[in-house]
């Protein structure tokens, strides 16, 4: 399984992007897909993440009520919405899909690049 992120930029506080992660390759499992990001100079930190269905989701307490992940029609494509964006949002937001829904990233198997996120005060 291939991915692909996409969608990164610099944006002012209070603004929103939406992240694209696009699955090619061996995507018929319905993997269940999660975002993570790193800031500079930390770990890496589990965002969200979404059943391989799509009908379940959760998120991580930071981002709750203004980050959201969905599927594409087409289940091989995830999106993060990322609205009242913050400065301290600012990372570098990776996609990953794995097995079961899961915010640790040992579950996930496949990653894509990361995508660069500025937030500016």
């Known amino acids: 399984v291939q991915l692909q992120a996409s969608g990164g930029g610099s944006v002012q506080a209070g603004g929103s992007l939406r992240l694209s992660c696009a699955a090619s390759?061996?995507?018929?499992?319905?993997?269940?897909m999660g975002w993570f990001r790193r800031a500079p100079g930390t770990e890496r930190e589990f965002v969200g993440a979404?059943?391989?269905?799509?009908?379940?989701?959760y998120y991580a307490d930071f981002v709750k009520g203004r980050f959201t992940i969905s599927r594409g029609n087409a289940k091989n494509t995830v999106y993060l919405q990322m609205n009242s964006l913050k400065p301290e949002d600012t990372a570098d937001y990776y996609c990953a899909a794995g097995l079961s829904l899961s915010s640790h990233e040992m579950t996930y198997g496949y990653w894509g690049q990361g995508t660069q996120v500025t937030v500016s005060s």
């Open positions: 390759g061996r995507t018929e499992s319905n993997y269940a």
């Open positions: 979404i059943s391989g269905s799509g009908r379940r989701s």
